[in-house]
Structure formats: structure tokens, C-alpha cells
């Protein structure tokens, strides 16, 4: 049984985590889509794909030790604008998956349009595992590091992360979100 679950990961954090640790529970394999692959260096998205790819991959293998899930296929994946041609789009690009996890309302109607078994997801602690929360704690220079896995934190210093977020969030209008 192979599971598809799709996210922006910006930054990948303990909500996304516990999520797919109560997938990895029930299937032996998942596809993880991250979305917005095209985008980088925004407030909304300042990470690319590759280090997104980077910190779910490095977060997985902690659930590889707690779980017995087998293996994980990690694929960046663009917007294509266009709804009704999204469910074929993510199909040609990633390897074939059973069943899709998703609590967004726009992906679970998309998928279950085209035929696909969906299951919803539970939120986790969603004011505080959040990507905007997260990343509005960055730039504002407060605690953020508890809201995502260990290896994530690692890798957001690896890429100097915080400070790219800050640099992209400085505007020359003076105006600030903190
Ligand atoms: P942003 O605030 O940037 O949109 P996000 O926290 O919503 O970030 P996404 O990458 O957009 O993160 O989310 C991917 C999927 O994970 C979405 O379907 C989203 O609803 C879900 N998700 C996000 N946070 C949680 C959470 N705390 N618990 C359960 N599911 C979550
Ligand atoms: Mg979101």
C-alpha cells in the first residue's frame, strides 16, 4: 500500500511530522509531494525545493527508527495554475500511490473528483504548528526551533535560513510584521 501526502514545507514542521508518523502506522510506503516547487527566496516560500527535500528526508529517517515504514519517495512538484489538470499532473510525476492523505479541502475534492480514495487528517496543535507562524517567529527573532524536528533546525542553519528570511522580509517601505 503505497500512501501520496502533499505539502509547501515551509519549513517542514511537528505537525506535518506527527501526521506522517500516523500514516507510516498504516501503509508500507508514501510519495511526499512538496508543492510550490518553483518557488523560493518569498516570505511565503523562502526555501527551495531542494532544501525541502532536504529537511523531510532528514526528518524521515528519525520516523524510519520509530515506525516500520519501508521507504519514502520524495518529488518536488510545480503549480500548474490550472485545478482541473492538477490530479494529472502530480500523477505523471510521481511513482503510483493507493490512497491520498490530505486535510485540504481543495486536494481532497481534486483527488476524490478524479476517482481516488482520500483520508482526512487530523490537525496537530495547529496555532503554533504552523509554516506562517514559524517563519513570522523567525524574522521577528523569537523561539521557533521547537516547533520542528531536530534534524530540520540543522538543516535551516546548514542554509543560513533564518537570515535569508530576514533579508527577504526587510523591505525598503520600513514596514515590519513583527
Ligand atoms: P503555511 O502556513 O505556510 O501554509 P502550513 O503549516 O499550512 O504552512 P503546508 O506545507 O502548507 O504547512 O501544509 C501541508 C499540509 O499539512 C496541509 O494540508 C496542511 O493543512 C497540513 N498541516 C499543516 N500544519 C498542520 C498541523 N499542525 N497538523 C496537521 N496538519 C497540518
Ligand atoms: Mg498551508
Known amino acids: 500500500m503505497r500512501a501520496f501526502f502533499i505539502g509547501r514545507f515551509q519549513p517542514y514542521h511537528l505537525g506535518h511530522h506527527e501526521v506522517l508518523r500516523e500514516i507510516f502506522e498504516e501503509v508500507d510506503e508514501i510519495v511526499i509531494g512538496i508543492g510550490s516547487a518553483q518557488e523560493s527566496h518569498t516570505i511565503e516560500n523562502p526555501f527551495t525545493a531542494g532544501e525541502r527535500v532536504m529537511m523531510v528526508d532528514r526528518a ?18 510545480e503549480d500548474v495554475y490550472r485545478n482541473s489538470l492538477w490530479v494529472s499532473h502530480v500523477t505523471s510525476l510521481c511513482p503510483y ?13 481534486l483527488f476524490r473528483e478524479a476517482g481516488f480514495e482520500v483520508k482526512k487528517t487530523k490537525m496537530i496543535n495547529r496555532i503554533y504548528y504552523q509554516g506562517t507562524e514559524i517563519r513570522r517567529r523567525m524574522i521577528c527573532n523569537e523561539k521557533w526551533e521547537d516547533l520542528v524536528p531536530e534534524s530540520v533546525v540543522q538543516v ?3 542554509i543560513d535560513g533564518v537570515k535569508r528570511l530576514r533579508d527577504i522580509a526587510n523591505t525598503d517601505t520600513g514596514k515590519s510584521v513583527c
Do not use: G
Not at 490512497?99 to 481543495?106: D, E, F, I, M, T
Open 60 to 77: 524521515i529517517e528519525d520516523l524510519k527508527r520509530e515506525t516500520d515504514f519501508r521507504k519514502a519517495y520524495i518529488i518536488p512538484l
Open 97 to 109: 500511490f493507493d490512497v491520498v492523505y490530505s486535510n485540504n479541502p481543495l486536494v481532497i475534492r
Open 156 to 158: 535551516i542553519k546548514e
